[in-house]
């Protein structure tokens, strides 16, 4: 059985920028990101750690991309029934091979089963190993034992040492996480700066590579084993939604967040008592992902702004 080492962060003082936090619950099925490898990435502006740092990497050149990857369910791989303890998946598709890594979600962990599913690099845990904990906060360290099949055990360590804002070309992505990981099994270490809400790589930097992932807008995000309680479909205008199909228990937090997982509307306490409309008036065209909190719910709802 796999022993896992949990070593919480002491104390940090209260910073300007709220600290985001993984959360399993914020890893959704239907991501789709595009693959870029960054060409003239100067990595000694990444290298900084700590609480709400800037990482400039703006002239940085983005070229076409060179594959693809998605977030999916067991079902989808066609594998479900080689790994039935897996129940999530991410899908590569690299100058035309497919691949998938299929892992074990829960509200505690994502973990490895096997990677390199469908390819001829096929490799199987006998002791999983860990991608992500949850949740995961500012100054955490993990220290995981994991084993292949056919090898010996051995371990990585992951730490969350940095929040802040990341500059990549034109784009400029804000409260990012990222995780230093260093992986004694593989010999490597890697620093990825992780989407909070929804939950997705934006920046993997290691001594051989500096790779982009940018969400797609055919991103279809849905909660893993999750179901909205609520609707939302056109007021009188394109650009007033209304709410519906939750009960009125307490006052409500509403989100939204467009396709690069940037938070565009922000109302707290909204109170159904009093009205159900959200007016989106100030924000442009495009698909956007409606995030209801709840007490300690979270639902998600795709919408169209016209």
């Known amino acids: 059985m796999k022993k896992t080492i949990l070593l919480l962060s002491i104390a940090f003082s ?3 920028v709220a600290q985001p936090v993984l959360q399993s619950s914020n890893i959704h099925t239907g991501t789709n990101l595009l693959v870029y490898t960054l060409s003239n990435a100067n990595i000694n502006n990444v290298a ?3 609480a709400n740092i ?4 703006s002239t940085a050149t983005l070229g076409s991309p060179i594959g693809e990857f998605d977030f999916v369910d067991m079902a989808s791989t066609g594998y479900a029934i080689q790994y039935p303890t897996a129940n999530f998946a991410l899908k590569f598709v ?6 998938y890594d ?3 979600l829960t509200a505690n962990v994502l973990e490895d089963i096997a990677i390199n599913v469908g390819t001829a690099g096929l490799q199987t845990f006998s002791d999983d190993r860990t991608t992500l904990p949850f949740p995961f906060s500012y100054g955490d360290n993990i220290v995981d034992t994991y084993q292949k099949n056919g090898q010996s ?3 990585e360590t992951l730490h969350y040492d940095a929040y802040g804002t990341l500059k990549v070309g034109n784009m400029t992505f804000t409260n990012l996480v990222r995780v230093m990981n260093n992986d004694v099994g593989a010999g490597s270490t890697q620093a990825i700066w992780w989407n909070a809400y929804p939950v997705y790589p934006v920046l993997s930097v290691s001594n051989s590579s500096v790779t982009f992932y940018q969400l ?3 991103s279809g995000i849905v909660p893993v084993n999750q179901q909205s309680p609520f609707k939302i479909y056109p007021g009188s205008t394109k650009r007033t939604f209304i709410l519906e199909g939750i009960e009125v228990n307490q006052p409500l937090n509403i989100e939204v967040f467009n396709m690069l ?3 565009v509307y922000l109302r707290n306490n909204f109170n159904l008592l009093n009205s159900n409309a959200i007016d989106l008036s100030n924000i442009q065209k495009g698909v956007y992902i409606v995030r209801v909190n709840e007490g300690d719910q979270f639902y998600n709802q795709k919408i169209i702004v016209q």
């Open 216 to 218: 797609s807008t055919s």
């Open 54 to 57: 800037t990482w400039d990497l």
């Open 261 to 263: 997982g940037k938070n």
């Open 48 to 50: 900084q750690a700590g």
């Open 14 to 16: 209260i910073h300007a």
């Open 153 to 155: 055990a051995t371990t």
């Open 94 to 99: 690299i100058g035309g091979t497919t691949k």
């Open 102 to 104: 299929v892992s074990d």
